[in-house]
T-cell receptor, first 114, second 109 residues
Framework: ETGVTQTPRHLVMGMTNKKSLKCEQH?????MYWYKQSAKKPLELMFV???????ENNSVPSRFSPECPNSSHLFLHLHTLQPEDSALYLC?????????????FGPGTRLTVT | GQNIDQPTEMTATEGAIVQINCTYQ??????LFWYQQHAGEAPTFLSY??LDGLEEKGRFSSFLSRSKGYSYLLLKELQMKDSASYLC??????????WGAGTKLIIKP
């Protein structure tokens, strides 16, 4: 039990659909992250939130829209995705954003865009 | 640009020792992490090095040389459950984690 949960675990959506990924951490951490993981590629950092404020957006297309209503919850809203967006989307949290604290990952959402 | 290099895949025998190397070129350095990721699961933390030298934790050890931009993860007494991908990640001067693509380790009986 890593203390970070994600739903759904699997998602198949068409290019015109709108869906949301949810992440919840039960660790009392102040920083939360969204990553994209594609086969044989490094983890790609998408968004970082620290104390519910977005501190980083690594040139992610606007079809991905994050939301952090409080320090325990993180959402990734998806709309008009492309087939190349199919990947594993991982949520993570850490105690602080500014220091080298280990990150705790959720199990991920396997997204397939048809 | 920033870059992390590690072998794509390695094979080792149960009970043996394996060393997974990681070299990095980053803008600044604030520590190096190793994570383990079993297929279909989340990455989990293994080790963190910020000073030169060897950190030992049970069957796993991690080494760092900052002057060489080099680290390795050493796994002893390999077990079948060690079959997984091992991810190297470096924290740069902005405390952003730069990730390697991971090394898939296959353990054979």
């Amino acid at each position: 039990e890593t203390g970070v949960t994600q739903t759904p675990r699997h998602l198949v959506m068409g290019m015109t659909n709108k869906k949301s990924l949810k992440c919840e951490q039960h660790l009392g951490h102040n920083a939360m992250y969204w990553y994209k993981q594609s086969a044989k590629k490094p983890l790609e950092l998408m968004f970082v939130y620290s104390l519910e404020e977005r501190v980083e957006n690594n040139s992610v297309p606007s079809r991905f829209s994050p939301e952090c209503p409080n320090s325990s919850h993180l959402f990734l809203h998806l709309h008009t995705l492309q087939p190349e967006d199919s990947a594993l989307y991982l949520c993570a949290s850490s105690l602080q954003r500014e220091a080298s604290y280990e990150q705790y990952f959720g199990p991920g959402t396997r997204l397939t865009v048809t | 640009g920033q870059n992390i290099d590690q072998p794509t895949e390695m094979t080792a025998t149960e009970g043996a020792i394996v060393q997974i190397n990681c070299t990095y070129q980053t803008s600044g350095f604030n520590g190096l992490f190793w994570y383990q990721q079993h297929a279909g699961e989340a990455p989990t933390f293994l080790s963190y090095n910020v000073l030169d030298g060897l950190e030992e934790k049970g069957r796993f050890s991690s080494f760092l040389s900052r002057s060489k931009g080099y680290s390795y993860l050493l796994l002893k007494e390999l077990q079948m459950k060690d079959s997984a991908s091992y991810l190297c990640a470096v924290t740069d001067s902005n405390y952003q984690l730069i990730w390697g693509a991971g090394t898939k380790l296959i353990i054979k009986p």
